[in-house]
């Protein structure tokens, strides 16, 4: 990521800089709510770190979220969709601005040694495993919430809705789409605009943005081949499925090197295999689970065409039935308006200055996604959550620094968190001025 490296004012001076917005003579200061506000965030976020929950199953997680908007004096729905939470504050007439934040951990365990380091263990898909917030969403709710209190506090500067909503699942790609079917958009107001943050392992302080598709589309395989079982002595009275699925993951490979236009980006990853339960015995079936992503519908075409033809391509190289294939839950590009993007970013330009950049295309996929096909104006920009020590280091050829989904990923609360509330208020600030 394209951010300039370097450290941010100490926090007295960002303290005093956060909001630096013309006030109400009876509103407080610019920057005393979150100067004030900010231990009862870190712990916040400590909490969330520490009690992370799988998607759909952020009972806890939501319950908390939910405590602390009506506090603020948000009208709270919860169970939305599942687990979700949809907070609304009416301040008079104008737009609806929706604001989310995400609340699901993922199924895999910490390894950053954290005093606040989570030791959850959740049954996904009837098995116990471990569980981290290691895409930050921790972040993500803290800042959110922050950015409630900013706003409230500041209702004599803003007129319009204010629609928070703290969606499920994000990682398994449900969460939006539930929350959607459940009426989001039409038992609550439908936002004239959507906002959302991402953390990243770029600098702290630092602030990224993309105007047009900001994020890949992605579309979830599941593939099934089907052999012939039998002893691990005898192979040539069975049909190896194993053999089948290993020469698939290989030969797919000249789909994205020899079919795809260079120039466009697309990837294809299989990240699960399983079959087999001893090592004398060869299976009946191996299944595969992997990931379409690409920003081109024509390539995305390409791309599945080709994942279905390598497949029966193997299997029948073997011998073996046809396999099944199935593409599932496609999600579309985050697409960031145009037009409100370069309103936007002028609005981070002036707050942050050099600190702000554009992104290079994001080659992760998000369902946030799902609110700009449901016909709202988006805007999705990352900040960065890393010492920016190390982050000078590891470009100067020193050890990376771990990015998101790693058992390492840990952002540095402070100044993250401030600089996500600050840059969420400004947005909504501008969106919503009298």
């Known amino acids: 990521m394209s951010a300039v490296m370097r450290r941010l004012p100490p926090a007295a001076s960002l303290v005093l800089a956060l909001l630096a917005v013309p006030a109400h003579a009876a509103a407080p200061a610019a920057g005393t709510v979150l100067a004030a506000d900010y231990p009862r965030l870190q712990a916040l976020y400590e909490d969330m770190h ?62 950053t040694g954290l005093a606040y380091a ?29 950015a409630a209190q900013a706003l409230v506090a500041r209702k004599d500067q803003w007129s319009g809705v204010l629609v928070f909503v703290a969606q499920p699942d994000e990682e398994g790609d449900r969460g939006a789409r539930a929350m959607l079917a459940d ?24 602030i990224g943005y993309r105007a047009g598709p900001a ?17 691990g002595a005898a192979p040539q009275l069975t049909i190896d ?32 295999i399983h079959g087999g339960s001893a090592g004398n015995i060869i299976p009946d079936t191996v299944s595969l689970v992997g990931t379409v992503r690409s920003y081109s519908p024509a390539v995305r075409d390409v791309l599945i065409r080709g994942v279905e033809r390598t497949a029966r391509a ?18 579309g590009p985050v697409v960031n308006d145009v037009a409100l993007t ?16 554009v992104n290079p295309p994001i080659t992760g996929s998000e369902d946030f996604s799902e609110y700009g096909k449901a016909g709202v104006r988006s805007f999705y920009f990352t900040i960065g959550g890393a010492d920016p020590a190390r982050v000078a280091a590891a470009a100067a050829g020193g050890a990376p620094v771990p990015g998101n989904h790693s058992p390492l990923f840990a952002p540095t609360p402070e100044p993250t968190i401030r600089t996500g509330v600050e840059a969420m208020t400004r947005l909504a600030l501008d969106l919503l001025r009298r």
């Not at 994020?215 to 002893?231: K, N, P, Q, W, Y």
């Open 50 to 111: 520490r009690n992370p929950e799988t998607g759909f199953q952020e009972t806890r997680t939501a319950a908390r979220l939910a405590r602390e908007m009506r506090a603020l004096g948000f009208e709270v729905t919860e169970h939305l969709g599942g687990t979700g939470v949809v907070a609304v504050y009416r301040n008079g007439p104008g737009p609806a601005v929706m604001v989310r934040t995400e609340l699901d951990g993922l199924p895999m365990a910490e390894k």
């Open 118 to 146: 989570s030791k959850a263990v959740a049954t996904v898909d009837g098995v116990r495993t471990p569980v981290a917030h290691a895409c930050g969403h921790d972040i993500h709710m803290a800042a959110w919430v922050g």
């Open 183 to 206: 009426g989001l958009f039409t038992r609550f107001p439908k936002p004239d605009y959507a906002l959302a943050l991402h953390v990243t392992p770029a600098a702290y302080g630092t």
């Open 215 to 231: 994020m890949a589309a992605s579309d979830t395989l599941e593939i099934v081949f089907h052999g012939r079982g039998g002893h």
């Open 241 to 272: 499925p194993i053999m089948v699925a290993a020469r698939f993951v290989v030969d797919l490979q000249a789909v994205l090197g020899r079919e795809k236009d260079p120039s466009e980006f697309g990837v294809i990853s299989i990240g699960a």
């Open 314 to 331: 193997s299997a029948d190289m073997a011998g073996a039935q046809a396999p099944q294939v199935t593409v599932r839950d496609g999600l």
């Open 342 to 357: 370069t309103r936007l970013a002028g609005v981070l330009t002036a707050a942050f200055g050099d600190r702000v950049s």
